[in-house]
């Protein structure tokens, strides 16, 4: 069962290989099959080489319970858990350590809009999150990563598929889509954007964000109702 | 019909793709054929790895009509159209979001001329647009931004071929040339020159633009009746 | 004899090419094996694509003898041989010239510990250390390399599995592990972590070290008898 | 004739491409036979991937005239040919437009010996030529982009051999060395230590040239009788 999941989850997992935001086992991949509620994701620590169908682990969504596969399930499961109990329209989660998206995390400031790129993929700057307290670190860490991220969207008034992304203080992204093809899409355009964002601050420190009126009309070109971006359905 | 064209415009838009220009579906190239008026472009959306030379939309330039193919042209195809019209030399353009061109970009600072690889392409700085306004953004956006290109090369009394590309402020490079695949090495002599000029002002902030004799010589190596760099024709 | 050492070590030297680590001959990893008291390491200025088992020489490691193999070792031997000596945990000894761990090194500053991705393999900043007197450097140098990181070591009260690497102050960074293998692992690791700790730090100068409740929470994951990270052994 | 030594060039210019330190039709590498009193030289202006041995000029060196091949030779021939009758120890010359080399170059900043990678090839900093003059640029310029590497050299008392680089300002990188397999090496090693240089000083804006005894020492390594690096000959 769940054999096409499983497929599209190794094969997301490569992606995120083949687009240079992983080495090692950094890094997971998650599919949702929301008519079953269930999802499948990247076990803990298998080279990306080594991995086949057969080893991705299904969980259900609700209980977080293992539904098939014998392997360990990333330990960043919960994270992706809380991600889709809170997120109804998300059917793929990401996770990587890629570089320059990790720099902006780790230097804890949100992402700002700084060009066209950018407005493409994400509607406004790819929020951070605050830290964890010692407290929710000591506690069930990986679901608390989820809840802040979930903090963060609630205080901003954020929409999921309008910024299909977070950057967890200290930490790294986390990306997510319609589906997991539509989340690796993301965290790729989301580590170019880290990467040039960080380039034109070097090169003008006080840069402002783009005018309210570019990134909606980018943003509307690609999604919504006017898009008029790609190949009609 | 336009069988040669399509075929260009496929390879130049994996060349794109093959040089690390673009990722995803970022960026499009067209070739114009200018006896029968028409450009053919990558079309919206399509993966660069899925272009097929049947695929590719074929538009008459005076009009904007589609006169072949069935897909929709790329969402950039009015810009490509207003730098054919108004530059007649011009038969290939590319648009990318290049890593350190897009910096500059975003960064809206002209590309200084800081060396002989640049000296060697681009007869001077290559320009920053201004930003568009609200009223050209609501309006026929693609069209405004091929429009503020042509402002920026009057203004300065640039010639197009003597420097092939330009920075769209907040959005990315264009650069074009004789042929599509000129167009192509403009791009990614461009995307060199903006990588050393940015490593440049970080290493030395205050730096001059390189002595107008040097530039003259480099471009003149290259370009025009005294060049001799390259085999005889 | 020693055949499926001599096979690790050249399977972990290609590795450090496949991963970007050294360009030319630079670097070296070495493996021990503890029963019989040696080590196997790279021979000197030896091409990587022209490495063979029957090439690495085999050395005692508490005497340095050459116990096989006609080629003459690593200039870098006496270094390894001493981390050996003192490192009674460590199976697998590597050393590079990669771009950013290099840079923390020349600039003699220690990698601080910025993010998660640093604290999945370093328990607390990667230390850089003292500038060798050029008594140390006119004398027994390599030997003096190993015996200035073990100084730093000890100063600071470092384990060497909880931060199984150092920065020698305007040299490179040499990394280990319990096997060769995991040696080459925190060596990529360390580079990833030197990139995004770069460019952390150009993002936002004054950065602190991330909270101790992560640091122990992230490295606790994957070490000791508490991880939870990877597959039940 | 002088087939083996086309071939040879053939391969190094192939090397400066797999080496990532040029692009397009970017840079050349060429070869002296020094008994027959004769150099081989990338044709002008040719792509890397249709380089053929029956394609490679070679050139008398005192004179300057053709010997052999049909093919104009690189536009940078007259600055080889400079080195070449100066530095009669050397046997294959490379200019590149190498990314991190070529923004010192355009910086106008020598490239500081910060490590021990930089102490293994070069024997104290590169140097910076001098801009040239307005005449020097219209009257020969190539040949005079020669003389002021030849001019810094004197200046400073180096010997092309211990310091086998210079750094043309608002130009780029040459290297050589006694064949131009070595010069091809002495070009990557450049952009290595050019690359961790130029990381460095953003770390560490004041950052001293390392101890002149760990300087002696890794180039005494390498270098001359008391070398121990590499195999026995």
Known sequence: MFEELRERVVAANLGLVEAGLVVLTFGNASAAERTAGVMAIKPSGVRYDELRPEDIPVLDIASGELVEGARRPSSDTPTHLVLYRAFASVGGVVHTHSPFAT??????????????????????????????????ID???????????LETFAKRRLEPLAVPAALVASHG???WGVTVE????????????????????????????????????????KHGETAYYGQPA
């Open 103 to 136: 720099a902006w995390a780790q230097a804890q400031r949100e992402l700002p809009c700084l060009g066209t790129t950018h407005a493409d993929h994400f509607h406004g700057p790819v929020p951070v999150t605050r830290q964890l307290t010692p407290a929710e």
């Open 182 to 221: 539509d989340a690796v899409e993301n965290a790729v355009a989301l580590e170019a954007v880290a990467a040039s964002a960080y380039r034109s601050v070097v090169l003008a420190a006080e840069l402002d964000a783009i005018p309210p009126e570019l990134l909606e009309k980018h943003f509307a070109r």
């Open 173 to 175: 992204p986390f990306a």
């Open 139 to 149: 506690g069930d860490y990986e679901e608390r990563t989820g809840a802040v991220i």
